[in-house]
Structure formats: structure tokens, C-alpha cells
């Protein structure tokens, strides 16, 4: 059994690459988002997430297999690419958080009725191609002002915008979504105000 430097590191690039692929480059995307660099286009990976977990699950019993399950290459390597693998859905669940609590009550309420209630904006947003993207989506949303909570649904390429009521119109929206990306077909299917009670 070999177990030279070189070696080593070739089988830690294959866990990278297989888990970064697994991911539809997730990851990367969202390092491209600290960046305030655009959405990346890593969508045409997504369909082929089966294929690239069946590799990394391959990789994996591979290196069970030649190393032991014991191994500390075993266990860096199943680390890695489950890791990379499981992070859309980490970035998912961060997307799809719930409505932050500090927000719905800390914001200055313009009048006595902007105080209890919120305006909720339902939208189609087409050309969403991954989570990553859906994260940067959902960051510019929440960096709008007065903006209480938005999450971006990257599935049925959806998101859900809540403001204090009477500020902004349906075109404002569609603007904040041209300005992130002109890709983005935005259409707002839905407008409505709740009370923040309903919201909770
Ligand atoms: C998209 O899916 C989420 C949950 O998966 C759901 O809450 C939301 O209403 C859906 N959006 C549309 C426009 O159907
Ligand atoms: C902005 C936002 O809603 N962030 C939340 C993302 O999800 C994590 C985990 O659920 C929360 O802790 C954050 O507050």
C-alpha cells in the first residue's frame, strides 16, 4: 500500500471535485457572491446531481475499501465530499429561514398601522439556477430598506418579499430584481397585507 504525498492529495482533489460537482458548484457560488460577482451559470450541473453523488458515493466505497474505514484518508475524504455535497442544502435552509424576530419588531413604524401589519409580496422570479443564487437574491431583498424578512425558493423559482405596507408597488420589486441580474424574469403574483400577528 502506497501512501506517498502525492497520492494523498490525488485523492482529496477527487473528494473536492466530486463533492463541488455533487453540489452544482454551490459553494463557489457563494464565494462569487461575497464577491458581488454575478450568478455563474453552474445551473446546467444541477440536472446531473444524481450522477455526481453515484461518483462520490463511489469515490468513498473506494476508499473504504482501500484504505479502511479507519483511515484518517477515509475519513477526511467522506468529510470533504459529503460536506461539498450537502451544502445547496444547508444553503437552502438558510434561504428558507425563518422570519427574523428582531426585524418584524424593531422596525420604525412610519404610522400607527404600519406598526401591526406587513405587506407581502408573492413573486415568480424565472432564471433562479441554484442556490447560490438564490442566496444572492434573497441578501439583496434583505438589504432593501424596509425590508422585514424575503425568502427565495430556488425549486419552483419563487420568492416572498414582506415590507412595512404602503411603501413600495409590485414595479419596485420587479426593479430590485432587474438590478441584481437582467437574466431575472420577475412577476408579482401575489399582494397582500397581514397583521404581524398572522405572521408568527
Ligand atoms: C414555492 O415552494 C414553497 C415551499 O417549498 C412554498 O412555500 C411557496 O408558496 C411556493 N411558491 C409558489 C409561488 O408556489
Ligand atoms: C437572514 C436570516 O434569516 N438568517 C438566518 C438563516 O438561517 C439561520 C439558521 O436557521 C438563522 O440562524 C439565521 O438567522
Same mark, same amino acid.
Given at each position: 500500500?502506497k501512501?506517498?504525498?502525492?497520492?494523498?492529495?490525488?485523492?482529496?482533489?477527487?473528494?473536492t471535485?466530486?463533492?463541488?460537482?455533487?453540489?452544482?458548484?454551490?459553494?463557489?457560488?457563494?464565494?462569487?457572491n461575497?464577491?458581488?460577482?454575478?450568478?455563474?451559470?453552474?445551473?446546467?450541473?444541477?440536472?446531473?446531481?444524481?450522477?455526481?453523488?453515484?461518483?462520490?458515493?463511489?469515490?468513498?466505497?473506494?476508499?473504504?475499501?482501500?484504505?479502511?474505514v479507519?483511515?484518517?484518508?477515509?475519513?477526511?475524504?467522506?468529510?470533504?465530499?459529503?460536506? @461539498?455535497?450537502?451544502?445547496?442544502?444547508? %444553503?437552502? +435552509?438558510? /434561504? !428558507? #429561514?425563518? *422570519?427574523?424576530?428582531?426585524?418584524?419588531?424593531?422596525?420604525?413604524?412610519?404610522?400607527?398601522?404600519?406598526?401591526?401589519?406587513?405587506?407581502?409580496?408573492i413573486?415568480?422570479?424565472?432564471?433562479?439556477?441554484?442556490?447560490?443564487?438564490a442566496?444572492?437574491?434573497?441578501?439583496?431583498?434583505?438589504?432593501? @430598506?424596509?425590508?422585514?424578512?424575503?425568502? %427565495?425558493y +430556488?425549486? /419552483? !423559482? #419563487?420568492? *416572498?418579499?414582506?415590507t412595512?405596507?404602503?411603501i413600495?408597488?409590485a414595479?419596485d420589486i420587479?426593479?430590485?430584481?432587474?438590478m441584481?441580474?437582467?437574466?431575472?424574469?420577475?412577476?408579482?403574483?401575489?399582494?397582500?397585507?397581514?397583521?404581524?400577528?398572522?405572521?408568527?
Amino acid at each position: 500500500m502506497k501512501s506517498g504525498g502525492g497520492s494523498l492529495k490525488i485523492s482529496y482533489f477527487w473528494a473536492t471535485l466530486c463533492g463541488l460537482l455533487s453540489s452544482s458548484c454551490c459553494i463557489i457560488q457563494l464565494i462569487l457572491n461575497m464577491f458581488s460577482i454575478g450568478c455563474a451559470g453552474f445551473s446546467l450541473l444541477t440536472p446531473y446531481r444524481p450522477v455526481f453523488l453515484s461518483f462520490t458515493a463511489i469515490l468513498i466505497i473506494t476508499t473504504i475499501f482501500q484504505y479502511g474505514v479507519r483511515s484518517k484518508r477515509t475519513l477526511v475524504t467522506v468529510l470533504i465530499s459529503i460536506l @461539498l455535497c450537502t451544502s445547496p442544502e444547508f %444553503v437552502s +435552509f438558510y /434561504n !428558507q #429561514s425563518n *422570519i427574523s424576530m428582531t426585524r418584524l419588531f424593531s422596525t420604525v413604524p412610519l404610522s400607527d398601522h404600519s406598526n401591526k401589519q406587513v405587506e407581502i409580496f408573492i413573486l415568480q422570479i424565472n432564471g433562479i439556477s441554484c442556490e447560490g443564487c438564490a442566496n444572492r437574491i434573497k441578501n439583496n431583498f434583505d438589504a432593501q @430598506l424596509h425590508v422585514i424578512y424575503s425568502k %427565495v425558493y +430556488f425549486e /419552483n !423559482q #419563487s420568492a *416572498i418579499i414582506g415590507t412595512l405596507p404602503g411603501i413600495y408597488e409590485a414595479n419596485d420589486i420587479l426593479t430590485w430584481v432587474k438590478m441584481i441580474d437582467f437574466k431575472y424574469e420577475g412577476k408579482v403574483i401575489q399582494q397582500y397585507i397581514v397583521s404581524k400577528e398572522d405572521l408568527l
